[in-house]
């Protein structure tokens, strides 16, 4: 009799010892997780899904949003996205996904935290512009013989 009672007993931790080995998501199912959030503006919930040091850059994000226009808001959270690649190497993800509001391909970088995949969300996947090198067409460069640059004469006296 004891043995009857044993075998359930063994069945029952034999699959829950199973499915906490299958809890551990992969990378695609994180980006689609962390992109939900996002488009929710639950970012609550899109720090369960970044890094450590990401969780600081969503709640600019979250304070940033609160300034759009409701319609703004609105088509964010309309917005449907596609994962388009996964890319897996050892401890580092790399996950191509465009929308349907913006079909070029946008990346999230992805690292493993603590035995667990996690969005390396940084100001850069935000504003990619933000690295781009300055031309001399742009208007925040100063001109070589800047003015500016010459010391002040009323402070040389």
């Keep these: 009799m004891k043995r009857l009672s044993f075998l359930p007993v063994s069945l029952l931790l ?5 499915a906490g080995c299958k809890s551990q998501s992969d990378p695609k199912d994180i980006s689609i997780k962390f ?6 503006a639950n970012y609550t919930e899109a720090k369960n899904y970044a890094t450590d040091d990401s969780k600081a ?4 994000l979250s304070s940033f949003q609160k300034m759009l ?3 703004s808001q609105e088509k964010i959270k309309n917005e449907k996205f596609v ?9 580092f993800a790399v996950v191509t996904y465009a929308s349907d509001i913006d079909t070029v391909g946008k990346i999230l970088k992805l690292k493993k935290e603590h035995d ?4 390396a ?13 300055l031309n001399e067409g742009d208007s925040t460069l100063m001109p070589a013989d800047s003015s500016l640059l010459e010391p002040d004469s009323a402070a040389v006296r």
């Design 14 to 18: 034999f699959a829950l010892t199973l």
């Design 35 to 40: 992109l939900t959030a996002i488009q929710q």
């Design 57 to 60: 850059m969503l709640d600019a």
């Design 69 to 71: 226009p409701e319609s």
């Design 83 to 91: 994962i388009r690649d996964v890319k897996v190497t050892d401890s």
């Design 116 to 119: 667990q995949w996690k969005v």
């Design 121 to 133: 969300f940084t100001k850069e996947t935000i504003l990619p512009e933000l690295n781009k090198p």
